[in-house]
């Protein structure tokens, strides 16, 4: 018999990949799922085959967003009309364990989107501290635990003491076609196209010296900032201080299925996080995965999760350090050749068939076959 599923995220729902591919699995093994996250200034309107609902907050950031958020959590949660909450990552686990394991005694999943303590925002700040008492609290106490890569899993295993499975963010496999041209997307036709896409374009993610590194390159190099992120807004102004505006373009984010029609017509993906932070050193970024599944080679960063990840399916070259030099000489061997590319891309479409969500899924749907009841 199928369960009734509460997930509950710290976000707006609508650019959510994850959630939306485990609200699918979930209603495939016959649960009942509903997701409810916030309303922001930005949201767009949502098409889900599942209910959602999203709370508009007086506070949009920090402390008293968090203590909002948890406090209308718990009170919805009070209405015990739910077999089993799923929490998103530690900024709903609060109220997840509160308004369900300790009252109804419920099932509660966790699923960590990062390595959330030690996300570079955080760092020498009290808020730090006090998210890490609540995981420290609430931790070893949870029986259905999963993450994104193998590096957090074994930190929170061997930490906390709970079995932690990985399921990696890779995307759903499907045939990807370039359904638009460059012309069509306002993308230069000719140029050697670099991209860097995701929804947290942040600090320490390498933007900056990406930008930096176009000055490196020949004019033929054009780079494409595509989503979102804190660093945003600075990246523009140093492209207009560099005079870089006819060679670096930049789009907000957007619905998955247009963003990757833009990767699919990228020649070279980049992650460029730094290991200046254990978040960062155990992530194995999205897009990495999306890049995958738009057959387009990496260039990826120093970071352990990354190098792992680019070596073992040999689908590009990975950085020993974030510097421009380093990132414009490196680009410039890749595409040394004509067919210098080629062996990545059919990297690419051999670990896609791998990296998949139908072939990850499986991680989940055991998480739940082995809920009691």
Known sequence: MGKRILLLVSNDISSDQ????????????????????????????????????????????????????NIRFFFRLMKRDWDVVHANDLDTLLASFLGYTS?????????????????????????????????????????HVYT???????HYQKTYGPEVKVLRNVPPFKEWKKERTRAELGLPEQARLLILQGAGINVSKGAEEAILAMRELPEDYHLLFLGSGDVFEGLKSMVDL?????????????????????????DLGLSLEKGDNLNYEY????????????????????????????SEYGIGRSLEAIAPVLIAKTVEEMFSRPDQLSPYREATQRAYQELNWTKESVVLKSIYAGLDG
């Open 242 to 266: 560099y005079q870089l505006g006819h060679r670096v373009h930049f789009r907000d984010r957007m619905p998955y299925e247009e963003m990757m029609q833009f990767t699919l017509n990228a």
């Open 103 to 143: 009252f109804a005694r419920t099932d509660i999943v966790y699923d960590s989107h990062e390595f959330f303590t030690e996300v570079p925002e955080l760092k020498g700040r009290l808020a730090r501290k006090v998210w890490l008492l609540i995981e420290k609290a609430i931790f070893p106490r949870l029986k």
């Open 283 to 310: 992530a194995l970024p999205n897009k990495i995965f999306d890049y995958i599944a738009a057959g387009i080679p990496v260039l990826g960063g120093p970071t352990l999760e990354s190098k792992r990840l680019v």
């Open 18 to 69: 994850r959630v939306d591919k485990t609200c699918h699995t979930l209603m495939d093994m016959g649960h009942e799922v509903k997701v409810i996250g916030r309303l922001r200034p930005f949201s767009t309107g949502l098409t889900r085959p599942y209910p959602t609902e999203r709370l508009e907050l007086f506070f949009d950031k920090g402390p008293l967003f968090y203590l909002e958020l």
């Open 148 to 154: 994104v890569s193998a590096s957090i899993a074994e």
